[in-house]
């Protein structure tokens, strides 16, 4: 029996490490300005900052068949253009036949430059491609300055070509930022173009 190709060995990807990372630009040229302008920061150094991003994939079908995670972790790998790890139940539900240690779903951290590469394609690209969007409701914000929205389907991803999909899954985002409240966060990634309702 030959050996299953990962998504990764046969998908005709777009590799997100090569993308200029835009955000990161305009944060430092243009955001820190503004938002010293706007607080009165006594300092640059606190001034908010994006600190790093997660994104997290439940894949219940993995009860059923352990080995359809793989490619979640290949396709999230794609998309991310960081290696994704397998998430683990850390306790039973025997409503859902999880145990305790099972493999049931796969996340990646990411910071840095990766992480503004990802903030470029999610702006500029996934959401926009998103059906019937019409901007990213603002309620996701937790009360400590970090955000976190869904995405319903990876193939808004430029790197997922859609006759390598298998199944259609989505995807939970949070965005950490070093903010103390929800506003200075909001205007932090309002400033970068993240793309948030206007009206609610």
């Known amino acids: 029996m ?6 990764v060995e046969v998908g005709e990807s777009v590799n ?13 040229e243009e955001v820190v300005k ?5 607080f009165n920061y006594k300092s640059i150094m606190a001034v908010p900052k ?6 997290n994939v439940g894949w219940g079908e993995a009860v059923v068949d352990p080995d359809s995670l793989d490619v979640v972790v290949d396709e999230l790998t794609l998309i ?9 139940a850390k306790k039973s539900i025997s409503n859902f036949k999880i145990r305790k240690g099972m493999a049931i779903g796969a996340k990646v951290t990411l910071r840095k430059t990766l992480m503004y590469n990802f903030l470029d394609v999610i702006i500029n690209i996934a959401l926009p491609r998103t059906k019937d969007f019409n901007g990213v409701s603002t309620k996701g914000f937790d009360g400590r300055g970090n955000f976190s929205f869904s995405i319903k389907e990876q193939v808004v991803f430029p790197s997922i070509k859609y006759d390598m999909i298998k199944q259609i899954h989505g995807m939970d985002i949070t965005i950490v930022t070093t903010a103390k409240t ?8 309002k400033y970068l173009g993240f793309p948030f309702k206007e009206k609610e």
Do not use: N, W
């Open 2 to 7: 030959a050996k299953r190709k990962s998504v």
């Open 16 to 28: 997100i490490k090569s993308f200029v990372p835009k955000t990161k630009k305009l944060y430092e």
């Open 34 to 38: 503004k938002l010293m302008e706007e």
């Open 50 to 55: 994006i600190e790093k991003i997660v994104v």
């Open 80 to 88: 991310t253009g960081q290696k994704a790890v397998k998430t683990y």
């Open 182 to 189: 929800d506003l200075e966060a909001y205007k932090l990634l």
